[in-house]
């Protein structure tokens, strides 16, 4: 099945109800199961043979002081024993440390 709807470029204005995912041409985008103004993709994007980047995002409703952070978890069945922040709420760099949750 080819998809040829691409996501906007600010995931703020993904036009998908809240709690839904949904497959574009370059990416998946998901809404807050919480809220319908927050957002989350992945994205593969690159104009050229050589500059192309999975983009992993969030999006909140304009409120950079709020905004969502980025992080990765690992789980040893049913919960979380592992998390790295990767972009804190505004913007921070936390590097690839991890810490027991």
Do not use: H
């Not at 470029?9 to 103004?37: H, V």
């Not at 979380?80 to 972009?87: G, K």
């Amino acid at each position: 099945m080819a998809f040829t709807n691409w996501l906007p470029k600010y995931g703020s204005s993904i036009a998908i109800p809240a709690k839904t995912m949904a497959l574009f041409a370059d990416g998946l985008a998901i809404k807050s199961p919480a809220t319908a103004n927050d957002a989350a993709w992945l994205r593969f994007v690159g104009t050229g043979e050589a500059d192309s980047v999975l983009e992993i995002a969030t999006s909140d409703d304009a409120n950079n002081a709020n905004a969502e952070k980025i992080v990765a978890r690992q789980y040893n069945g049913s919960s979380a024993i592992y998390e790295a922040t990767l972009l804190g709420k505004i913007g921070d760099v936390y590097g690839a440390t991890s810490f027991p949750v």
